[in-house]
């Protein structure tokens, strides 16, 4: 009996040891492929249409060839681009169309390999700092990610210019929200950043109304400089704590539609911002809440594809930020079910819980008082 619980051990130890060269390789990778998104290696390649040597490569993308040939080494070994032998010491390496598919800038919506650049981010960024809060059990405040933040604002930006104007508006309340936007409402972004959606939405819809908040000065007067630009007269911007808005008579009852992109879960006072939202919409209102599609029991998101990487930027960022000031720190994978119960403490009458074509990895709060 010993002997066969000592096979079964070894197996298991075994398994393991194989999930284990898998996770030090997956995590290599994704450090490598950051440094080829980065220096759009992968966009080179994808316009070649045969497979070409380091040299090739590497001119095409103005870059050092031993740097690029080290890399190639990886790319190969890992699977992400294929590697020939045409002639005795020449190697050639190619990057399949489907594969680029996936990771280059042409990919649009599709584009996974601009990922790869988060965990390097967030490493550079806060890993000493999340680290001492394992002990302290201190938060990270904001001005501690500028590199990431800016890396996350040119995602974000680059969604909205595709989808947000043309698929997500259209979608909102069947299609009545879009009608309302024609006619002219009054509108708010909360935790706006630089203002993209805001100028977007302001651009689209000239008979409305549009206000954007959020509590970073140097976002603000971005966005507020770039609506000057284009010359948008309807679009405002103001530089406030989310969670304070409820006590301030300037916004109560003041917007007929209120969005949050991925902002609330970062709060420091979540349940304050929330109920700010409440206040802030006049009879009739809808807010939306685009946020993490994941469960709030971590044991039911085992089969959530992405899982342990949303986690690990949860960790490295949203709940170390949402902690900061000794906040709630929500973090990123808090869940449908802990967003719906906060929703309605808050005061919400109607929330709807919907998936979206264009954004598997998301889902919109609609909500209504």
Sequence with gaps: MDEVADDVSVGKQAQFSQRMTEILNGGALTLAMALGYKHRIFDVMEGFDAPATPGKIAEAAGLSVRYVQEWLGIMATGRIVVISTHTPGEALYHLPREHAALLTRS??????????????????CA????SSGFVTGDGVPFSRYPDFQAFMGEISDARHRQILVD????????GRLLERLKKGIRVCDLGCGEGVAMNLLAEAFPNSRFLGIDNHDAAIDKARNDAEKTGLVNAEYCVADAATLKDDPRFDN??????????IHDQTRPHEALGSVVSML???????MIDIDAAT???????????PFMYTVSLMHCM??????????????????????????AGF?????????????????????
């Excluded at 599709?110 to 967030?122: K, M, R, S, T």
């Excluded at 003041?254 to 902002?263: C, E, K, L, W």
């Excluded at 006049?282 to 939306?288: H, P, R, V």
């Design 254 to 263: 003041r917007f007929d539609y209120v969005m949050a992109f991925d902002a």
């Design 167 to 174: 698929q997500f508006i259209p979608c909102v309340d069947d």
């Design 127 to 130: 890993m000493e700092a999340v």
């Design 107 to 124: 990919a649009g919506n599709a584009n996974l390999g601009v990922y790869a650049q988060e965990i390097p981010l967030l490493t550079s």
């Design 282 to 288: 006049a009879k009739g209102g809808l807010f939306s």
């Design 320 to 345: 170390p930020v949402g902690l900061n000031n000794k906040g709630a720190g929500l973090g990123m994978m808090w869940g449908r079910e802990k967003a719906v119960a906060m929703l309605e403490q």
């Design 297 to 307: 029991d971590q044991a039911a998101n085992m089969d959530h594809p992405l899982a």
């Design 349 to 369: 009458d109607r929330v709807e819980v919907l998936s979206m074509d264009h954004d598997p990895y998301h889902l919109h709060f609609l909500c209504r008082t």
